[in-house]
């Protein structure tokens, strides 16, 4: 269905902007009357059978967030579910969002549930959005399901962009280091070392490593370049198999920091998920189900998967996550009693600051501890460099003198 950008004017004689799709600009136009909106232009944007089809580059997830509280806070006010949509859908600042609220919002007007319309947008809207929207549009809640649900965003956001923080100076560090080796490597050496082959004087071994190391960079740059992409290729088809998933998953936990790391942030993300689709008013083992999907390591969901069996028929959660062997006792031990208190919200969320915490905690000592490792080698392969190339220098001097 194609979608269209109007400019128009409403009831109170107000300018207004928006978007809006329909079968045809007649269509467009009718539908903006019945909202009391006459069209001043109308452009259309895209077209397409389908309107869940959006041409989408992404909408980041603290973008979601902000959006998220201002229709918690909408829907909270006793603003009408259309005119709140519509209001969001307007305000936004995001394009694609704008496009898929407007859309979302036309499919209720058409008489379908808020739940049903935001699943057409599965990749805007996850399969948790949905279905604690679902369950707040049950239970009468919806503005406190909202409210929630952006809370759970926010923080989210919050440790993706701590981990991405903590990742980019070291990543910018080695890139930047190997360029200028490469330049090294194939520009400045060769120049240099040309005039100790011409001396045709006994060269030092560590002088002799480095014209060989530069000699291979230089004359193998086009097979080295191809080497490199191609293993690049094949490393990436390995990882898209489930074999390959399940190989660096392992990997990666099996690491010395870096798995301590991976495990922490997956059950943050994993206990911070059941704690706000159990205070939803999701069931536990939906919501298990859930978690399962969004902990994003198959060690962890495959261990769920048998967690699920188990409360299936009739265990308790803690017992089962303690015999998978992958939680940590401290985890295992607070599920343990939140299920005795009956406070099982609380205890997943305590559980998420917690690791939240040891997350932060963790990067903070580990971006300090990198910062002077990487010097170090970029240190040690200049000393190497440096004295490679001084020491026929030397030679060459006191053979003049």
Known sequence: MPVYKYTAINNSGSSVKGIIDAESVKAATEKLKR???????????????????????????AELAITTRQFSA????????????TALSEQSEDQKLREVLTQVKDRVSEGSSLTNALKEHKNVFSELYTN??????????????LFRLADFLEKS???KSRVRSALIYPIFMFLI???????????????????????DRALPFITLVLISISSFFSNHFILLFLGIAALGFFIVRFLKTEKGTRFVDRLILRLPVFGKLATMVSISRFTRTLGTLVGS??????????????????????????????????????????????????????????????????????????YDLQVETTLSALTSLLEPIMILMIGVVMAFIVFAILLPIFDLTSAIG
Do not use: C, H, W
């Open 35 to 61: 909202e009391g909106v006459y069209l001043s232009s109308i452009n259309e944007t895209k077209k397409g059978k389908n309107r869940s089809f959006i041409p989408f580059r992404g909408v980041s997830s």
């Open 74 to 85: 909408l829907i909270s006010a006793g603003l009408p579910l259309e005119a709140s949509l």
């Open 132 to 145: 604690i929207v679902k369950a707040g549009e049950a239970s009468g809640t919806l503005d406190v399901v």
């Open 157 to 159: 956001s919050a440790l």
């Open 177 to 199: 280091g190997s360029g200028v080796l490469f330049f090294m490597m194939t520009y400045v050496i060769p120049r240099i070392t040309k005039i100790f082959e011409d001396s």
């Open 281 to 354: 008013g999701i069931p536990l083992l939906d919501a298990l189900e859930i978690g399962e999907a969004v902990i994003g390591n198959t060690v962890f969901m495959d261990a769920l998967k048998d967690v699920r069996v188990s409360v299936r028929e009739g265990a308790t959660l803690g017992q089962p996550l303690r015999d998978s062997g992958v939680f940590p006792p401290l985890v295992t031990r607070m599920i343990s009693v939140g299920e005795q208190t009956g406070e099982m919200e609380e205890m997943f969320n305590k559980i998420a600051d917690i």
